[in-house]
């Protein structure tokens, strides 16, 4: 065994580490004072080991794949992924926008009867496609039309109430700005602009109703996919969204589509998805070609 050496150049034997060290008793043993130099060097030495597996240290080894760390187009998802838009929601029936978060909790932005219908074949869809047939969460919005859909899937398939965790603010409905209160049909004018920039806001208003760009909503759907891919392993999560263009976003940011083009994505309400990171589906390819955005939101 090595013999071990102090600052102090002094030998001590050998050590068994089942037993306490011995000091020898003379006179010739004794600490001498040393340098600060000396001391430096010796903590760094101790302390090495440990930094080396700190992962906020400088001196950590590299990590080949950090969780937590989400960014989009991800390398891999750890978890498998169904996105749904909720039915149709009394607002809608009637024609009008409406994605003020202050009524987002209000009856009146619960399901219409319709949306019931849409919902409830929504969660017979996510049975047929073996959704929940291993580990489920369902993160729905907080908006009170999504959370009843949690529950109308939560109770199709046979998911305990634990399992659905409310989302209280990143999965909102995209905040439209001017356009609150106006008609559905008036949504075109907000999707020409999306085509021309990601960055491009509805135009305010003084009601307190958010105006998102879909840069906007692609910083609040990445948020939730970091929490999710950092809370979860290996588990299903089912993704309950209010409107379509969490959605768009969401899944053209996960297969690095132009999030100019999430509009060709579109969600109808009660649709359910899933999350396929390596492609687009067909049914939704523009005609001309799909093209690939590396770093979105900034696409050129």
């Known amino acids: 065994m090595s013999k071990a050496f102090f600052a102090s150049n002094t030998i001590l034997p050998p050590w068994n580490s089942s037993e306490p060290p011995l000091i020898p008793c003379n006179s010739q043993f004794h600490f001498k004072p040393t340098t600060r130099r000396h001391l ?19 001196f950590s080894l590299p990590v080949s794949h950090a969780r937590g760390l ?7 998802l ?14 809608e029936s009637l024609g009008l926008i409406n994605t003020n978060p202050v009524a987002k909790t209000s009856v009146d932005n619960g399901l219409s009867e319709k949306g019931k219908k849409q919902t409830v074949r929504a969660a017979f869809d996510l049975k047929e496609m073996r959704a929940c047939d291993g580990n489920c969460w369902i993160w729905p919005s907080i908006t009170q039309r999504a959370y009843q859909a949690a529950e109308i899937i939560a109770a199709v398939n046979g998911v305990n109430r634990s399992h659905i965790v409310p989302e209280y603010s990143f999965l909102d409905a995209r905040g439209l700005g001017a356009y609150e209160g106006k008609s559905l049909d008036t949504l075109s004018e907000v999707y020409e602009s999306d085509s021309l920039s990601p960055n491009i806001k509805p135009p305010p208003t003084d009601d307190g109703t958010p105006n998102e760009s879909v840069s906007d909503v692609f ?20 993704i309950v969204s209010p409107d379509s263009d969490n959605l768009t976003v969401l899944q053209a940011g996960l297969t690095g589509l132009d999030l100019r083009r999430h509009r060709e ?19 939704k390819q523009p005609a001309s070609t799909v093209y690939k955005c590396l770093n979105p939101p900034s696409c050129t």
């Open 78 to 91: 750890t978890n498998r992924y169904f996105l749904v838009r909720a039915g149709e929601s009394e607002y």
């Open 219 to 238: 910083v609040r759907v990445t948020q939730v996919m970091s929490i999710l891919e950092t809370q979860y392993s290996e588990d299903t999560v089912i």
């Open 265 to 283: 994505l579109s969600f109808g309400p009660g649709e359910v998805r899933f999350v396929d990171a390596s492609s687009i589906p067909t049914y």
């Open 70 to 76: 989400f960014q989009m187009p991800p390398f891999r």
């Open 40 to 58: 430096m060097t010796s903590i760094s030495i101790l302390i090495t080991p440990f930094l080396a597996c700190d992962p906020f240290s400088p």
